[in-house]
């Protein structure tokens, strides 16, 4: 006998066997084991210790977040240069978003997080930049809240990137939205007051 044979006569015997417990455990047996498979329905709805994660949590929706088109990149220029690539101080650029969410009432809190990197240009240099960073969440194409955000990112290695994290732990989205609510985020050079 091969061994790949052998390998699976003995997966299908654990197999056949977890399915032997599970159905034992579900009829509610006579020996009062409860191994987590079924049957002890008191135990599994015991309430979760404070801050621990619960099951429902996991399979919840959370509303994606996804980059914006045409704001993944954005460029400073020395004043008067707009458009002149030899006038770069520097370009950033967002690698990566992501979000979790909880459940709190009647909404969805999240958190938001942007990942990137600044590159500084021929005329780069060092200190701290301001980079507008938007995070709006809609329901269909409707918005519901929008905020800018100044995030502040210090360089002080102008031969090389500066990896930055931005985080935005106030992105609230009603329940009564379903699964049409989304985020976008991106850079957007403003003005500041405006959704």
């Given at each position: 006998m091969s061994s790949w044979s052998k390998n699976a006569v003995v997966a299908s015997a654990l197999l056949l066997s977890a399915f032997a417990l599970t159905a034992c455990q579900q009829g509610g047996g006579a020996s009062g084991v409860n191994l987590g498979l079924g049957g002890n329905k008191a135990a599994q709805t015991a309430e979760a210790p404070e801050g621990a994660v619960l099951e429902s949590e996991l399979r919840a929706f959370c509303p994606p977040v996804t980059l914006r088109e045409g704001t993944a990149y954005?460029?400073?220029?020395?004043?008067?240069?707009?458009?002149?690539?030899?006038?770069?101080?520097?370009?950033?650029?967002?690698?990566?978003?992501?979000?979790?969410?909880?459940?709190?009432?009647?909404?969805?809190?999240?958190?938001?997080?942007?990942?990137?990197?600044?590159?500084?240009?021929?005329?780069?240099?060092?200190?701290t930049i301001n980079m507008p960073i938007r995070v709006a969440s809609l329901q269909g194409q409707s918005v519901l809240d929008s905020n800018l955000y100044r995030h502040q990112v210090a360089i002080s290695d102008t031969a090389g990137a500066t990896q930055f994290v931005f985080t935005d732990t106030n992105v609230v989205v009603p329940k009564s939205t379903g699964q049409a609510a989304r985020v976008l985020v991106g850079y957007d050079e403003g003005p500041y007051d405006t959704p």
């Open positions: 954005f460029r400073t220029y020395e004043k008067g240069a707009d458009g002149d690539d030899d006038a770069v101080i520097y370009q950033a650029s967002i690698a990566d978003v992501t979000r979790s969410c909880r459940y709190e009432g009647d909404n969805i809190l999240m958190t938001v997080a942007v990942a990137g990197k600044i590159v500084p240009g021929p005329k780069g240099r060092a200190g």
